[in-house]
Nanobody
């Protein structure tokens, strides 16, 4: 079992930045690949970014590539999402998720553990 708690969401103007954090507790954090997903009203939950267990492998959705950076600190049991050059279309609830698989996967079904989500709102 692992528990995930996101923080760092808020309201920001277009072009601004936010840094999301996801703190994990429970089983060994470094045993999990981690990812961020987001869900906008009326839309399905979508993959944003993922990171391998070691932190050396990172993967991004095309819509955020070059603007968002995922990282992790296994000593602090935390994964981060640095979001720069935010756009109104980035507005969503952002969730972190943990998967004990070997590779980062971009669909929701492999992920066994989810946080409660944090709201990100980007105004134009």
């Amino acid at each position: 079992q692992v528990q995930l708690v996101e923080s760092g969401g808020g309201l920001v103007q277009a072009g601004g930045s936010l840094r999301l954090s996801c703190a994990a507790s429970g089983r060994t954090f470094s045993s999990y690949t981690m990812a961020w997903f987001r869900q906008a009203p009326g839309k399905e939950r979508e993959f944003v970014a993922g990171i391998s267990k070691s932190g050396f492998g990172t993967y991004y959705a095309d819509s955020v590539k070059g603007r968002f950076t995922i990282s992790r600190d296994n000593a602090k049991n935390t994964v981060y999402l640095q979001m720069n050059s935010l756009k109104p279309e980035d507005t969503a609830v952002y969730y972190c998720a943990a998967d004990d698989g070997v590779v980062v996967r971009t669909t929701t079904s492999p992920y066994d553990y989810w946080g409660q989500g944090t709201q990100v709102t980007v105004s134009s």
